[in-house]
């Protein structure tokens, strides 16, 4: 993973320095880039977040190889994680790969490891084109995002996902407050619940809603009819100061868990943190940036190099905890001050 790293490094600058800690203090304000929006806070808080957390380690049990997959809508992963939706490698990540290289090396990398990879969507059109052709040329094996379009644009990408040959796909509702769309005549904006109600049976797909932070909004996405949600804040890139994910996901699983399947991201960086977001009620977690340097890296062996290096750590931590399944990971295993 270290000469992957390396050469991302090579790649990336000066868009990102591949820092030995990502933690989004050097690169804090630089969007377009890999950085935080403002003054980095919600990156930031995504990483102090996790960090507060820390492990009762347990060592008097019979976990010695323990279960490390999980079924998630409709699919049976080898390991609970999902490769987030990212796009834009000529503005965001130096642009020495194409799109298409890009998005390639995470859906076939997932798919070889038995996990799925997410495509975004955005603008120029070859980010959104980029995804949807290798999910089809991955025999639907993926997940679409698109982002809140107003009517025309947005149904015209459900129908376009639904070709895709993939049975879920989701909508990035935290990239309403997206203004630059708006200047450039491609507006995106907030959904009303029957608005998102109706979209959502439109999609004719399992249908993930991605961007929330409070147990209302939880709620109101149970009440939309979607299959999942994603606790997150955009990886702090569309509104400063925002809470980490890790400090509401708590709240949000009580008041939702069992009534629709909860995915959390923001600041993983080790199969550690892939443990404390199961325990405080995610059914599965998305990694954005370390799956984009591992492919920048590494193109599609990376990727899976990358998923092979977390799902050693993920199982080193769980046996150090004493948990034998990743499905039904005890929230005790955290220790409490």
Not at 54 to 67: E, G
Not at 210 to 233: E, R, Y
Not at 263 to 285: F, N, Q, Y
């Amino acid at each position: 993973m270290q000469e992957i790293r390396d050469n991302a490094r090579k790649l990336m600058q000066p868009h990102c320095q591949v820092c030995p800690h990502c933690n989004g203090k050097h690169c804090a304000g630089k969007v377009p880039g890999m950085g935080g929006l403002g003054s980095g806070s919600s990156f930031h808080n995504n990483i102090e977040a996790l960090a507060k957390h820390k492990f009762n380690m347990c060592l008097i049990h019979d976990v010695t190889t323990p279960d490390t997959s999980v079924n998630i809508l409709g699919k049976r992963l080898a390991l609970p994680i999902i490769a987030a939706p990212i796009g834009g490698i000529s503005f965001n990540m130096g642009g020495k790969i194409t799109e298409e290289e890009y998005i390639n090396a995470i859906i076939n990398g997932c798919k070889a490891k038995s996990i799925i990879g997410c495509t975004g969507d955005g603008v120029p059109d070859f980010i959104y084109q980029s995804g949807f052709a290798a999910i089809k040329n991955a025999a639907g094996h993926g997940i679409p995002f698109i982002k809140p379009w107003e009517d025309d644009e947005l149904y015209a990408k459900l129908e376009q996902a639904k070709a895709t040959g993939t049975t879920i796909m989701g909508m990035d509702i935290d990239a309403a407050g997206l203004i630059t769309l708006r200047k450039m005549g491609r507006p995106v904006s907030p959904k009303p619940l029957e608005k998102l109600t109706e979209i959502v049976k439109k999609s004719g797909m399992k249908f993930v809603i991605k961007g929330i932070m409070t147990p209302d909004d939880a709620q109101l996405a149970v009440n939309s009819g979607a299959d999942a949600i994603v606790v997150s804040n955009h990886g702090g890139r569309v509104l400063d100061h925002t809470p980490g994910s890790a400090d509401v996901l708590e709240n949000i699983a009580d008041t939702v868990k069992g009534k629709i399947t909860i995915l959390a991201d923001g600041g993983v960086r080790s199969g550690g943190d892939v443990l404390k977001l199961l325990a405080l009620g995610a059914d599965a977690v998305m990694i954005g940036r370390p799956f984009a340097i591992a492919a920048i890296g590494g193109l599609q062996d990376g990727v899976e190099k990358y998923i092979d290096s977390i799902m050693t750590e993920l199982q080193q931590t769980m046996i150090l905890t004493g948990t034998p399944a990743a499905n039904a990971v005890d929230k005790d295993i955290l220790f409490s001050v």
